[in-house]
């Protein structure tokens, strides 16, 4: 039997109208006071913090403003990822909609590499523009903005990575994480940074501008970034995510469409991280990224549509070329023994360097250290950098500075330019700094360990799960741990398993598990069962489903007498 409820989940289940599940949920989280619970459960847009003391905001606004009277070019340049496509289309058509004259360019993984490079100072200058916002990038192009600023361009530098100790030729540098900046949230992305500029140039020009027209992008570029979904960037996303349903923009109902997301059940943090980014991404990585930003540009949905059938399918080629090199990468681990390593370095001619930061990751999460991937071409290549939560990788790139041709990012990610001749060098130097860091902090998830009370329906437990979207880094959804009694197995299309459990209580519920199907002649009796409970929105399917992602059979002498208990635990994107 479980223990009753506390008194406070107790008092949030009465007075938020939550399961008690989710009650008890919220209190392990620490949030035992029935108002603390009920912004958590309703971030406001309205409580997001006040942007005054952000440093050189006013005066980006200002050169802005003065940009759209005057008529002034203003080069909008964003990185190539997601957070850059996505602040370079907000700025774009917030200055376009003032009257401004925006042109925006995204820089190139294969021309030039992140952010300004010479190629890009070439084209930003080719531009005309008398103005450039950097966006997702900047923060350590000194050289590249010092010579664009000598051609009579102010340089505005919007960015959230790492502070260069150096200070930067511009005008304005919009970053919270400045020692300086006295902006209380640090956590924004910088689609978020852009959406504050607009507010803030809004505000300059003195007229009517909803910006929550801009919110669906602000929620695709925080969430692909892995910025953290707490504070203002909570309140921003979950906004966000009901504007992507929306889909007042062509370009994003184009991109559920391919996506094959239902705008009839709540849109998640996961669907955002995994069906709808890698598609903008997907350009970028194989070639070039306009054509991302093109589709979020475009006014028509027909336009549109052909844009994202094109975006689906370098997603499809960008799958088959990751497959592949993480294939590869294996192979080289296993001959070599570097799986005894505190950290990989890998590298390989041919590799495309716009894919290895997907190998770089799935391998971080196979082997639990940090990873770099470098594509080379010819005498130098390109990499991505990776590691579990809490590794501090800018920290062991700088460790080896002098031996990489030059890198950036932050802590959690990062890249890289590399000579092939000194990837070995690479590889002792990085290993050695990972080392010794010591292990990485490693996130308990035993503390959100709770029960889903026999009471509660499981609809109803799916429906406050959704309460707590958006999900992802800094707000991980909980997951589904259940022991249950198999009351059918079966394979069914591509492979792929089918059950239904006996939770007990007469509850049953089913469950999908991708590539498992081979098991379902050996899955009877008791088993624990460990996944998502997500919507199942296809034609004929229930309405609540366990996404399986481990299952075990249970010995018959050590399953419990339980009344279809089942445990969550919080857990992150996998």
Request: with cysteine; charged share 25%.
């Amino acid at each position: 039997m479980s223990a009753p409820l506390s008194t406070p989940a107790a008092l949030l289940s009465r007075q938020l109208g939550v399961t008690n599940t989710v009650a008890g949920w919220l209190v392990r989280r620490g949030l035992f006071d029935v108002e603390g619970a009920r912004r958590f459960l309703q971030p406001r847009l309205a409580d997001l913090s006040a942007p005054d003391a952000m440093v050189d905001r006013g005066a980006v606004a200002g050169r802005l403003a003065a940009a759209i009277r005057a008529r002034e070019r203003v080069a909008v340049f964003g990185d190539y990822d997601c957070d850059g496509i996505t602040s370079a289309a907000i700025l774009t058509e917030v200055l376009r909609r003032l009257g401004g004259d925006a042109v925006p360019l995204i820089a190139s993984r294969f021309d030039g590499g992140y952010g300004v490079s010479a190629s890009a100072a070439r084209r930003i200058v080719e531009s005309g523009a008398r103005v450039l916002v950097t966006c997702d990038c900047g923060s350590s192009d000194h050289e590249s903005l010092e010579q664009i600023g000598q051609r009579g361009i102010d340089v505005i530098v919007i960015d959230h990575h790492l502070v260069p100790e150096r200070a930067l030729p511009a005008l304005g540098f919009l970053n919270p994480h400045r020692p300086e900046c006295g902006f209380a949230y640090k956590g924004l992305a910088s689609c978020g940074l852009a959406l504050s500029v607009a507010a803030a140039l809004r505000k300059e020009l003195g007229v009517q501008l909803d910006l929550r027209y801009w919110l669906d992008l602000v929620a695709v570029g925080t969430i692909a970034d892995v910025a953290p979904l707490d504070g203002d960037n909570r309140a921003l996303v979950r906004a966000g995510l009901s504007a992507i349903l929306e889909a007042q923009r062509p370009g994003m109902q184009a991109l559920l469409e391919v996506a094959k997301i239902s705008r009839e059940v709540p849109l998640t943090g996961r669907d955002v991280a995994f069906r709808i980014a890698p598609q903008l991404n997907a350009p970028g990585r194989l070639g070039s990224a306009d054509l991302a930003l093109e589709l979020l540009l475009a006014s028509d949905l027909p336009s549109a549509r052909g844009l994202a059938a094109r975006l689906d399918q370098l997603s499809s080629e960008r799958r088959a070329q990751s497959d592949a090199i993480l294939e590869q990468a294996l192979a080289d681990i296993s001959v070599r023994g570097f799986e005894r390593d505190a950290a990989l370095v890998l590298g390989r001619q041919g590799w495309n360097p716009g894919v290895v930061g997907i190998v770089a990751g799935r391998l971080a999460d196979r082997f639990a250290c940090p990873v770099i991937v470098v594509g080379f071409d010819g005498p130098t290549g390109r990499g991505s950098v990776r590691g579990p939560v809490g590794s501090r990788l800018h920290d062991a790139l700088s460790q080896a500075s002098d031996v990489v041709v030059r890198f950036g990012g932050h802590q959690a990610a990062a890249g890289l330019e590399v000579l092939e001749h000194r990837l070995d060098e690479l590889r002792e130097r990085f290993v050695h700094a990972i080392r010794q860091q010591g292990p990485a902090a490693r996130v308990d998830s035993s503390s959100e360990l709770l029960t889903i009370e026999p009471g509660d329906a499981l609809p109803a437990v799916l429906a406050d799960l959704d309460r707590l979207e958006p999900c992802g880094f800094g707000n991980p959804r909980p997951k589904i741990r259940v022991v249950a009694e198999i009351r059918e197995a079966r394979e069914v299309k591509n492979g792929h398993l089918k059950l239904l459990l006996d939770l007990g209580g007469q509850r049953r519920l089913g469950g999908f598990a991708i590539g498992q199907g081979a098991a379902a002649r050996e899955l009877r009796g008791h088993v624990e069962v460990y996944g998502d409970l997500r919507h199942n929105s296809y034609p004929g399917g229930e309405a609540v489903e366990l996404f399986v992602e481990r299952i075990s059979a249970l010995p018959s002498d050590s399953v419990p007498v339980l009344p279809g208990r089942t445990e969550v635990t919080g857990s992150a994107f996998p």
